[in-house]
């Protein structure tokens, strides 16, 4: 019969699963926040026990951190060599050291989006890569919902800011006047048109 066992520890009141294995010796299946997750863990636990089921336990799959399961995923994810290596990269650098030891069940919304909106930026890391640092947290986050490991992709539905495309061209007061003789020159469908500063005539 699966219970819980409650704990007091220095941050607070923790639970743990308690379920019978299969000769009959009770387990923990883990420690969690709330009585109610502990209790749940222990019944789907212990029925995988007695049922001998291959697939990966409920405990493992409730206790997995970021950083265990970032194996799984780059051995999984379908995806282009280069992009897995990307991939790799940006889970080395910017995802491991920050969330890396918590559980993927339990990270939530909000710790995902003060690692990519402060954290990152204040570590020193570009749009761009917090950009591609989203994108990669998402596609793990996804498989991680699909295979049972947690409920919902946090990552989903956060919006940040895209770097600009190309150079952004800034007018100055000496450029403009150029600009002006461009416009007022030859039209560009005729033949060897090209504005250049300070003319506005064909080459």
């Known amino acids: 019969m699966p219970y819980v066992i409650e704990r007091a520890r220095k941050h607070g009141i923790r639970y743990t699963a308690i379920y019978t294995d299969e000769n009959g010796r009770y387990k923990s299946a883990g420690t969690y926040d709330t009585q109610e997750r502990a209790q749940s863990v222990a019944e789907q636990h212990e029925s995988h026990v007695r049922l001998r089921l291959a697939e990966t336990s409920p405990a493992d799959k409730a206790t997995i951190t970021v950083r265990d399961f970032g194996v799984k995923f780059l051995r999984e994810h379908a995806v282009e060599p280069n992009t897995k290596m990307t991939y790799a990269q940006l889970l080395n650098s910017h995802i491991y050291p920050f969330i890396g030891t918590r559980r993927v069940a339990e990270i939530g919304r909000e710790t995902i989006h003060r690692m990519l909106t402060v954290v990152l930026p204040e570590a020193g890391a570009s749009q761009s890569t917090v950009v591609n640092v989203r994108t990669c947290l998402s596609a793990m986050m996804q498989m991680a919902w699909d295979h049972g490991y947690r409920d919902g992709n946090p990552v989903k ?31 560009r469908s005729s033949p060897g048109w090209r504005c250049q500063p300070g003319r506005g005539t064909a080459s």
């Open 157 to 187: 539905g956060i919006r940040l800011k895209h770097p600009p495309s190309g150079p952004i061209v800034v007018a100055t007061r000496s450029s403009s006047g150029s600009t002006r003789r461009c416009r007022t020159s030859r039209p």
